[in-house]
């Protein structure tokens, strides 16, 4: 099978550059492992594009404008070869409309606001002053970047701040998520494969160190074969299969989930998730 990956951007790497580099590469290696052909192209490049050629692509890539000039100039045959999908990619890059999808399908999370600029569109409780700090104020335009894309706010006085730091770098939509305390835990899944695992944040590698808000994680008990229950959910409905994520666990081993990405690094589990990536690709 003739098969084309598509590689992330180092901009959309911070921190762990070298992590995503090692999944895309041993996923690579895999795929030739089973005898199949591999070609790579860096996500700037994947813009009128040559796709004939192949059966499977797979990608890392979070570039927005890149990605909806990819949709918008290939056909729906096209796209399918696509794992993860491009639609699914450019909806994981929004957190506002990954959490709107969760809520849909019953996924338990925080309860958050929507907003665009100064204008309130959706709130997931029953009133908007339920939601007061603490809260996380998130970037909703694209993939977390830089530290001030997702901020921790304590008081109105620092949610304020937060707010006034994102008119000033024009982020256009916004989501506000109620603070949950409990053990935070990443998982990471292979979607339509008996691929899961998860390990305590403190244990893995952090892109901005916001994870310390937590604080060390105190062992609560969970079934953690419900969190994967619910990731692939999530991962059906976005056509994303190749994913990470962030729940928060309570002492009664109550869970909610608080972020979900696609195609992370997989940095505790490479090895692992390589077979299981390759082994979906070729589906």
């Known amino acids: 099978m003739k098969i084309l990956g598509i590689s992330r951007g180092l901009k959309f790497s911070p921190n762990l550059a070298g992590n995503d580099a090692a999944i895309f590469k041993a996923v690579k290696d895999e795929l030739?492992?089973?005898?199949?052909?591999?070609?790579?192209?860096?996500?700037?490049a994947m813009v009128g594009h040559d796709y004939?050629?192949?059966?499977?692509?797979?990608?890392?890539?979070?570039?927005?404008?890149?990605?909806?000039?990819?949709?918008?100039?290939?056909d729906v045959q096209t796209q399918a070869k696509f794992i993860n999908s491009i639609d699914g990619?450019?909806?994981?890059?929004?957190?506002?409309?990954?959490?709107?999808?969760?809520?849909?399908?019953?996924?338990?999370?925080?309860?958050?606001?929507?907003?665009?600029q100064r204008n309130l569109l959706y709130c997931s409780a029953p009133s908007k002053d339920d939601i007061v700090p603490p809260v996380?104020?998130?970037?909703?335009?694209?993939?977390?970047?830089?530290?001030?894309?997702?901020?921790?706010?304590t008081s109105k006085a620092e949610f304020d701040k937060a707010f006034q730091n994102f008119e000033k770098r024009e982020v256009n939509l916004w989501m506000a998520q109620l603070h949950q305390p409990g053990d935070l835990v990443k998982f990471y899944g292979v979607e339509g494969t008996d691929f899961f695992q998860w390990n305590y944040a403190s244990?893995?590698?952090s892109k901005f160190g916001l994870e310390q808000v937590n604080g060390k994680e105190k062992g609560f008990l969970f079934?953690?074969?419900?969190?994967?229950?619910?990731?692939?959910?999530?991962?059906?409905r976005l056509n994303v299969p190749i994913y990470g994520g962030d729940v928060i666990i309570d002492e009664d081993g109550g869970f909610w989930f608080i972020d979900f990405n696609d195609f992370p690094s997989f940095s505790?589990?490479?090895?692992?998730?390589a077979c299981a990536i390759a082994k979906r690709i070729v589906q």
């Open 268 to 273: 505790n589990c490479q090895e692992e998730a």
């Open 203 to 205: 244990e893995g590698h």
């Open 223 to 236: 079934d953690g074969s419900r969190i994967n229950h619910y990731a692939d959910m999530i991962a059906q």
């Open 52 to 74: 004939t050629p192949y059966v499977r692509v797979f990608t890392m890539a979070r570039d927005i404008f890149s990605l909806v000039m990819l949709e918008k100039e290939t």
């Open 32 to 44: 030739t492992k089973m005898g199949h052909e591999v070609d790579i192209i860096h996500e700037t």
């Open 89 to 116: 990619i450019l909806t994981a890059t929004n957190k506002a409309a990954v959490a709107t999808q969760m809520l849909e399908i019953g996924i338990p999370q925080p309860d958050f606001l929507v907003g665009e």
């Open 136 to 153: 996380w104020l998130k970037n909703c335009d694209g993939s977390a970047v830089v530290a001030e894309d997702t901020m921790f706010c």
